[in-house]
């Protein structure tokens, strides 16, 4: 039985725009979670995600970038002891943990540095893998990608999102997690909400109550081998200096997602455009973008357009021919269909509010 004066520890999990973040965030503003202590990774050099989730807790850290399953296994267990001491020096106060990994991450080694890290077992325990997948992309992605079966296989609580949505195929996606993890709870969560009850108290994770292929992955983390694998998956982020228009932009997305959709694993951006003075906070995974989300203010000082993606299969020269034709298309008109940033009424709301991957699409 775990020790009552352990801190529990919850790993929030789920392959690129699942909608975890969105959860994070609004389990962030519960009374209940508002001891929690949280730990954010993202794979790539901005991050966008983690000046959002500092809207809704000030007690947030942010890994350096890159996938928690390699280097960042030592960052990791730095930031739980440096959060330690603060705690016994009276400088940060809380009383539980979340950690929100990037969505390229294969938990087993993140798990088996909880478990067994000297140190760090001894204080902290763990409540807990709890993994979001998208009902509309979700069925693809475990098709393809080793690290969301992983995600999903080891889970203690699985988190079936985006149900609502019209791509979605539940159907298909609950018979995949069946398969992957019979013993799971499925719970559907619509635009983030969940009770926190939910997702805690899951109890200590213990891999034999687990499938023979989770009790190997962790077996390959005690020999250090790595698991799963990017391929041919980047990260990049890029600045534009200039304000665009949106029709610009409009046009632009229209022609990308045309062209490479199936290629934008996932696609996250601040936008400055002309004549507009507040942000405009862009989500989209593959072909599905949301609605774009006007901020009341900039974070800070920098007015720049700045996109953060993740993609596949993109040589240096495509990346740089992708933003070359953004600029390229100053002055363009409104895609016929009505536009996505020109179709949107400028109504801003507090940076707070905004919800990840949100669950009704544009």
């Known amino acids: 039985m775990p020790d009552p004066a352990q801190i529990p520890v919850t790993l929030l999990t789920g392959f690129l725009g699942s909608g975890k973040t969105t959860v994070l965030n609004r389990l962030l503003r519960h009374p209940r979670l508002a001891g929690t202590a949280v730990i954010v990774n993202e794979f790539g050099e901005a991050a966008l995600d983690h000046e959002l989730v500092r809207a809704s807790s000030e007690n947030v850290v942010l890994l350096g970038s890159g996938c928690l399953c390699c280097a960042l296994r030592g960052d990791l267990v730095e930031t739980l002891r440096d959060l330690a001491e603060r705690q016994d020096a009276g400088e ?10 990037t969505g390229l991450a294969d938990p087993a080694p993140i798990l088996h540095t909880l478990l ?6 001894a204080r902290f325990v763990t409540d807990g893998l709890v993994t979001a997948v998208d009902s509309a992309t979700g069925a693809g992605t475990l098709d393809r990608h080793e690290e969301a079966r ?8 699985l ?8 791509q979605a195929q539940e159907d298909r ?62 990260a990049i982020s890029w600045e534009i200096e200039t304000p665009l228009t949106a029709g610009q932009f409009d046009l632009w997305m229209d022609l990308l997602m045309a062209q490479r959709g199936g290629d934008l694993l996932r696609v996250k951006a ?13 989500h989209g995974v593959q072909h599905i973008f949301h609605p774009p989300v006007p901020l009341k203010d900039w974070v800070g000082q920098d007015r720049r357009t ?15 021919e992708i933003f070359e034709a953004l600029e390229r298309l100053g002055g363009a008109e409104p895609v ?22 949100s669950d009704h699409p544009a």
């Open 173 to 234: 996606v609950r018979a995949e997690l069946a398969r992957l993890n019979p013993g799971a709870e499925v719970l559907t969560v619509i635009d983030g909400a969940v009770a926190p009850e939910r997702l805690t108290g899951l109890g200590h994770f213990d891999p034999s109550m687990k499938s023979a292929d989770v009790a190997g992955w962790m077996h390959e983390t005690t020999r250090g081998v790595h698991g799963g694998g990017a391929g041919g998956i980047r």
């Open 270 to 282: 601040l936008v400055h455009l002309t004549d507009v003075p507040f942000p405009f906070a862009i």
């Open 306 to 320: 700045r996109f953060v993606m993740i993609l596949r299969d993109f040589t240096n020269a495509e990346v740089a």
């Open 150 to 157: 992983r995600q999903v296989a080891m889970a203690d609580l």
């Open 159 to 166: 988190l079936l999102t985006k149900t609502d949505l019209p």
């Open 116 to 121: 067994t890290e000297e140190g760090i077992a």
């Open 92 to 101: 940060f106060a809380f009383d539980r943990v979340v950690i929100e990994t």
């Open 336 to 357: 016929p269909s009505g536009g996505y940033l020109s179709a949107e009424p400028f109504h801003p709301i507090e940076p707070e509010d905004i919800r990840h991957d």
